[in-house]
């Protein structure tokens, strides 16, 4: 596992510092589900406490879309912000991020994967997938329902 750590001593004597990395792996991540991830971020360090981090995790999830039920990549930008006290983080030499980068990751994704901001489903009467081709079902539905106030006149009318 790659982790993300940063050198306390460094940052305190250059004030900022950037870091970009491709994580191959986060920890307790199921790599199935994840296909890819980059965070970008800077760590500033404000005298004599403070350090700020700031960026975005660039996601891109192996899902099934919860309206049609088929797979695709899901991408999102989710973003990073912490700050931490160095007064809190006690004698240590390096700051390690990868916990909090799995956290805000966890706590980044959506409630609902769609394929696509209007994704159309699968029809409820035959299955096809509505954003691939189109099926007849609702037509027939109407036209053959006894209940259509039109089909009763056609009847009607015989
Ligand atoms: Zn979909
Ligand atoms: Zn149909």
């Given at each position: 596992?790659?982790m993300v750590?940063?050198?306390?001593?460094?940052?305190?004597?250059?004030?900022?510092?950037f870091?970009?990395?491709?994580?191959?792996?986060?920890s307790s991540?199921?790599?199935?589900?994840?296909?890819y991830?980059?965070?970008?971020?800077?760590?500033?360090?404000?005298?004599?406490?403070?350090?700020?981090?700031?960026?975005?995790?660039f996601?891109?999830?192996?899902?099934?879309?919860?309206?049609?039920?088929?797979?695709?990549?899901?991408?999102?930008?989710?973003?990073?912000?912490?700050?931490?006290?160095?007064?809190?983080?006690?004698e240590?030499?390096?700051?390690?991020?990868?916990?909090?980068?799995?956290?805000?990751?966890?706590?980044?994704?959506?409630i609902?994967?769609?394929?696509k901001?209007l994704?159309?489903?699968?029809?409820?009467?035959?299955?096809?997938?509505?954003?691939?081709?189109?099926?007849?079902?609702?037509?027939?539905?109407?036209e053959n329902?006894?209940?259509?106030p039109?089909?009763?006149?056609?009847?009607?009318?015989?």
């Amino acid at each position: 596992m790659i982790m993300v750590k940063i050198n306390l001593e460094d940052l305190k004597n250059n004030g900022s510092i950037f870091i970009e990395k491709e994580l191959e792996n986060l920890s307790s991540i199921d790599e199935e589900f994840l296909k890819y991830l980059k965070v970008s971020f800077q760590v500033d360090f404000i005298p004599d406490d403070l350090l700020i981090s700031k960026g975005t995790l660039f996601v891109e999830l192996n899902k099934i879309c919860d309206i049609c039920l088929n797979t695709y990549i899901h991408k999102i930008n989710i973003p990073f912000y912490r700050e931490y006290f160095l007064s809190d983080l006690g004698e240590i030499a390096t700051l390690n991020l990868t916990e909090d980068i799995r956290e805000e990751f966890w706590l980044g994704l959506p409630i609902i994967y769609r394929c696509k901001y209007l994704c159309k489903g699968l029809c409820s009467i035959c299955g096809v997938n509505l954003n691939n081709q189109k099926c007849d079902c609702e037509k027939d539905n109407i036209e053959n329902n006894p209940e259509n106030p039109f089909n009763i006149l056609r009847n009607f009318k015989k």
